[in-house]
C-alpha cells in the first residue's frame, strides 16, 4: 500500500481511539469495562503510544489553599511590626459607704456601700478599717446591680476590732474603674 493511503486510515484509527478514550474518561462511576467489550478489557492501543486518560474519582479531593492571615488582630495582641499596648488605666470611681456601724446582734461591724459604675463582671470592695497603728481589711467580691456595683454589706467580727472609734474607708477596684470613699467614723462599745 502507498503511504498516502495509509494516512487517512492510521488517522481515522487514532480518532476512533481518542474519541473512545475520552468516551471512557468522562464517565462518573459507571463500570468502565462495559463501553470497552463484552469482556471487560480494553483493547491495546494499535499505535504503540498511551492515550490520555483522566480519572474520575467519586469523593472530590480537598483543595489547598493559600490561609491568609487576618486583618485584624484583637486588641493587645503584639505582632512582630505592631509594639505592645499599654495597659489601660482604670478610671477613677466614687464610691459611697451606704451605712457603718457596730451591730450588737451580729457582734461585729458592718459597712455596706456601692460603686458608681456601670455593672461589669468583675469588682473586688475593701473595707479598711485603721484606729492608730492598728488596722483591719476585709474583702468581698462586688455584685452587679441596676446601675452599680454593689460591695453588699461586708461584716468585720468583733474580735479583730477593740473597742474605740476606727475610721472606716470602703474601695472599689476591677479592670475599668477605682475609688475610695470618704472616711466615716465607728463607735465600737
Known amino acids: 500500500m502507498r503511504p498516502r493511503l495509509l494516512f487517512p486510515i492510521i488517522l481515522a484509527v487514532v480518532a476512533a481511539l481518542v474519541a473512545g478514550g475520552l468516551i471512557v474518561a468522562s464517565r462518573t462511576g459507571g463500570d468502565a469495562g462495559t463501553e470497552a467489550g463484552a469482556g471487560g ?21 480537598p483543595t489547598s489553599s493559600p490561609v491568609t492571615p487576618p486583618s485584624e488582630l484583637p486588641a493587645g495582641v503584639p505582632t512582630s511590626d505592631q509594639a ?3 495597659p489601660v488605666n482604670p478610671a477613677a470611681v466614687e464610691v459611697s459607704i451606704t451605712f457603718a456601724q457596730w451591730s450588737a446582734s451580729s457582734g461585729a461591724v458592718e459597712v455596706a456601700g456601692f460603686a458608681a459604675i456601670a455593672p461589669e463582671p468583675a469588682g ?8 492608730g497603728a492598728d488596722e483591719v ?6 455584685v452587679p446591680a441596676a446601675t452599680t456595683m454593689s460591695c453588699g454589706t461586708v461584716s468585720v467580727p468583733g474580735g ?30
Open 137 to 142: 481589711v476585709v474583702s468581698t467580691e462586688a
Open 41 to 61: 478489557q480494553e483493547s491495546p492501543s494499535a499505535t504503540g503510544s498511551p492515550l490520555p486518560s483522566a480519572t474520575v474519582s467519586a469523593t472530590p479531593s
Open 160 to 189: 479583730k476590732v477593740a473597742r474605740g472609734s476606727w475610721t472606716a474607708t470602703l474601695t472599689y477596684e476591677s479592670a475599668t474603674g477605682t475609688g475610695t470613699s470618704p472616711q466615716t467614723t465607728i463607735e465600737v462599745p
Open 84 to 86: 505592645p499596648t499599654a
Open 124 to 131: 473586688t470592695c475593701t473595707v479598711r478599717l485603721a484606729r
